[in-house]
């Protein structure tokens, strides 16, 4: 009986000495892991906070603060015409074609000038018909002698009192029905004299008359013949070659868009902050993303009753001929300038508990400022109290900061 309670003995000792070993290794290793497992955790939470967050930054300066007002608008052009026939006939070459390009003084049209050669040739024989007889009719009056000395002195007195009056009308010292008087009686002088002979057989015999004949006839013989009064583009075509067209006959419009206007509508309330030179910014709905630049030429003296609104004309270059009469645009138009302001860009500008804050940059660290703002537009605001000139304000990465976090500047 005893040895077995020997063998029980020694099989609970191995057991004790068993979970002994067990509890000391298996249980204070897993101790010691989680230990050494919870003190990585606070490396690297440590760690982690030390880690800069990346921000942008712009400087607060001094500068001038642009406060424009926008408002509806329409392109047009001032450089449009609509070319008409000045005499009627046939189309013998129309040089046009839609969209081309011309230059001035190119010949656009030219009409059968047949009819107004010949009318032309026929003008200008009467005018040599006429100026020949007048020439007869001159060597038989120089025939009888010259003008006596009486009818001399009367010219030149009829002259001194002529040219004494002209000076007297220009001071302002007689009327003009006294100065016509004496224009007259000068006029008078001088067919007496037989000075103006040649001027008065002239009129006699016609010659006058056929010589104005001959310039009109000249006129519309040059009329057959249309050339591009400026440079521009064709539009609008309305006739063909071989067609009759008759006297203002429309037959294509010319326009040049290289400069283009636009045709601004400013309210009644706002047009006195208007001034001729200022700078414009255009949107156009034709070419989204895109900002065209003109300046004010012009502000119109008349308020449209109905709409209370009036317009401002803005020149804007269009060298690449983007921009159509007839677009649509919006301008914002400088207002007010207000000079010499601090100022910060307003996506540095955040407000927590209804207050307005930003973030500026002092060695490494952002710091937390409460400011007052005054004036402002779409992109600055003017800074009264906060910030200094100079100081680095956080435009990016600055939503989810807190005060004294550690930053590091990006470009």
């Not at 408002?71 to 189309?91: H, L, N, W, Y």
């Not at 009327?175 to 001027?199: H, N, P, T, V």
């Not at 100081?391 to 990006?410: P, S």
Request: glycine letters at 8%.
């Amino acid at each position: 009986m005893i040895f077995p309670k020997k063998i029980l003995t020694i099989v609970l000792i191995i057991v004790l000495v068993g979970l002994s070993v067990y509890y000391f290794v298996v249980k204070k290793g897993s101790d010691s892991g989680e230990g050494e497992a919870s003190s990585g955790e606070q490396t690297q939470e440590t760690k982690t906070s030390e880690t800069p967050l990346q921000v942008k930054v712009e400087e607060a300066r001094l500068g001038d603060l642009i406060i424009k007002l926008r408002s509806p608008a329409e392109a047009v052009t001032d450089r449009k015409i609509v070319m008409k026939a000045e005499v009627s006939g046939v189309i013998k070459n129309l040089n046009v074609e839609e969209s081309k390009h011309v230059r001035k003084g190119d010949l656009l049209v030219e009409l059968d000038d047949q009819e107004y050669r010949l009318s032309f040739e026929n003008a200008e024989a009467t005018r040599l018909k006429a100026f020949s007889e007048m020439l007869v009719e001159q060597r038989f009056a120089d025939v009888g002698g010259g003008s006596g000395g009486d009818q001399s002195g009367e010219l030149s007195d009829a002259k001194k009192q002529f040219e004494e009056a002209g000076q007297q009308y220009q001071k302002g010292l007689i009327s003009r029905e006294e100065f016509d008087r004496q224009s007259r009686l000068y006029e008078k002088a001088q067919i007496e004299s037989g000075e103006k002979k040649d001027e008065v057989v002239a009129a006699m015999k016609g010659l006058t008359q056929a010589e104005i004949n001959v310039k009109k006839a000249q006129l519309d013989l040059e009329k057959t013949k249309i050339r591009a009064p400026f440079s521009g583009i064709i539009a609008d075509i309305q006739a063909s070659p071989g067609e009759h067209v008759s006297v203002g006959r429309e037959l294509f419009t010319l326009v040049n868009i290289s400069g283009i206007k636009v045709h601004a509508r400013v309210l009644e309330s706002e047009i006195g902050k208007m001034q001729v030179g200022r700078e414009v910014d255009l949107r156009f709905s034709a070419h989204p993303g895109k900002v065209f630049k003109g300046k004010v030429s012009a502000i119109s003296p008349i308020v449209n009753p109905e709409y209370k609104t009036c317009k401002v004309f803005v020149d804007v270059e269009n060298p690449e001929e983007e921009l159509k009469p007839g677009m649509h645009a919006e301008v914002e138009i400088a207002a007010e300038i207000h000079k010499n302001k601090l100022l910060v860009p307003q996506d540095a500008i955040l407000t927590r508990s209804q207050r307005k804050l930003l973030f500026v940059v002092e060695d490494g660290l952002a710091k937390w400022r409460y400011i007052e703002i005054g004036l402002e537009n779409e992109e600055y605001a003017e800074v009264l109290d906060g910030v200094k000139e100079g100081e680095q304000v956080i435009v990016e990465g600055h939503f989810t900061l807190a005060h004294d976090a550690r930053v590091k500047i990006v470009e």
